[in-house]
């Protein structure tokens, strides 16, 4: 009887991790060698904090400090901060899901945009601070806009494809605690 939850939470662990570098591999692949004007959303983000708002428990801290430390160091950025800011986000994220379980889907996407706008923020204040080489804020606050208009399309996605909803009302994890 416990290895059924046990094996949900590798399960649930696997598809996010898989997912993830299945996203930074398609993010580094060279599809065109002009400069666009309109960034692409981050997509591993907003998969990141669609899957914290709905099962926390299928995605434990771990897994998120790898996969974002992986991303830090094959996209160039400096290793570990966008992870840091990225691990305190989510653990405030998650320490809210009791009160995100009853929300309408509207206030949940508010949550989230609000919750991009502090890692935004967060990001560029440390990298501001430290003196290191930024892209342009415009640029920046476009990718924030779009990601956090592009975050429905992904909740519905995986809530479509991997079934990833939020838990339903005395729904408990394997040791017992309500999710």
Not at 3 to 13: K, N, Q
Not at 121 to 150: E, H, K, N
């Amino acid at each position: 009887m416990v290895e059924a939850p046990i094996m949900r939470i590798w399960l649930g662990v696997a598809s996010y991790l898989g997912l993830g570098l299945a996203v930074l591999v398609f993010r580094m692949l060279p599809l065109g060698t002009e400069p666009v004007a309109i960034p692409f959303p981050d997509l591993l983000i907003s998969m990141t904090l669609a899957w914290v708002a709905r099962r926390p428990d299928l995605v434990p801290f771990w897994a998120i400090a790898v996969l974002f430390f992986v991303a830090d160091l094959l996209l160039m950025r400096p290793p570990g901060l966008y992870t840091a800011v990225v691990l305190i986000a989510t653990d405030v994220l998650r320490r809210q899901t009791d009160g995100m379980r009853n929300l309408p889907f509207v206030l949940e996407w508010m949550v989230i945009a609000a919750t991009l706008v502090a890692i935004t923020v967060g990001y560029r204040a440390v990298l501001f601070v430290t003196f290191t080489p930024m892209a342009p804020l415009g640029l920046t606050l476009l990718q924030l806009v779009i990601t956090a208009v592009f975050y429905p399309l992904i909740a519905g996605a995986l809530q479509l494809l991997l079934g990833l909803r939020k838990p339903a009302r005395g729904e408990v994890d394997t040791r017992g605690k309500p999710l």
